[in-house]
């Protein structure tokens, strides 16, 4: 069963500086996505990034990107030059075949 | 192009009565998955469909609550009866299962149920 860790409840960071969430999973399969999605206040679940697992190059949308470590099975999120606007709950999520597994979450906090 | 649309936004009910969330996905799509979340137990997957077939309803909580996918462009979640504890926000999603795809669900705006 493919399971997905997020050890860190909350973070903050200053705007305009740089963080990084935390993710780890378990998975027997060599073939799968990651991804990480944001859920501001408004509850909408949004898309931030998506990882092949078969691609060794880490994925890069504009502010955000990540690192991927296929044989420690971690995939962080960096965001930089974080704006007030990437405060949200954050989750690391993979899927394998359609079975898309969640993890708790990490909030963001954004301080000004 | 229109993304999963859900309906109602916001649901206020009393115990007892029957609560019907209704869930449009993206067309293309044939993969529907239906999930609540509440800040104790996060989000969690209730059941999905493939090709309007039910695949994993294992967690749907009690016979209390239903899914039904009549066809590829509409599903429902049925509560009967409801009680507090459904309060919660529920999502649905969407995918493209197979190839081409990008692995990736879309989700719905959610509805919030509250129970009273």
Redesign the interface.
């Known amino acids: 069963a493919q399971t997905v860790t997020q050890s860190q409840p909350e973070m903050s960071v200053q705007e305009a500086e740089t963080v990084t969430l935390s993710c780890t999973y378990d998975t027997s399969e060599s073939d799968y996505y990651l991804f990480w999605y944001k859920q501001p206040p408004s509850r909408q679940m949004i898309l931030v990034i998506r990882q092949e697992a078969y691609k060794q190059q880490n994925a890069t949308e504009n502010r955000f990107s990540v690192n991927f470590q296929k044989a420690a099975k971690s995939f962080s999120l960096k965001i930089s030059d974080s704006q007030l606007g990437d405060a949200a709950m954050y989750f690391c999520a993979s899927n394998y075949g359609q079975n898309f597994v969640f993890g708790p979450g990490t909030r963001l906090s954004v301080l000004p | 192009d229109a993304g999963v649309i859900q309906s109602p936004r916001h649901e206020v009910t009393e115990m007892g009565q029957e609560v019907t969330l209704r869930c449009k996905p993206i067309s293309g799509h044939n993969?529907l998955?239906w999930y609540r979340q509440t800040m104790m137990r996060?989000?969690e997957?209730l059941i999905?469909f493939?090709n309007n077939v039910p695949?994993d309803d294992s967690g749907m909580p009690e016979d209390r609550f239903s899914a039904k996918m009549p066809n590829a462009s509409f599903s429902t979640l049925k509560i009967q009866p409801s009680e507090p504890r459904d309060s919660a926000?529920y999502?649905c999603?969407s995918?493209l299962?197979g190839l081409p795809n990008?692995?990736?669900?879309?989700?719905g705006?959610?509805s919030?149920l509250t129970v009273l």
């Open positions: 993969s998955f996060g989000l997957l999905y493939n695949i926000v999502f999603a995918s299962y990008t692995g990736e669900l879309f989700f705006e959610g919030r």
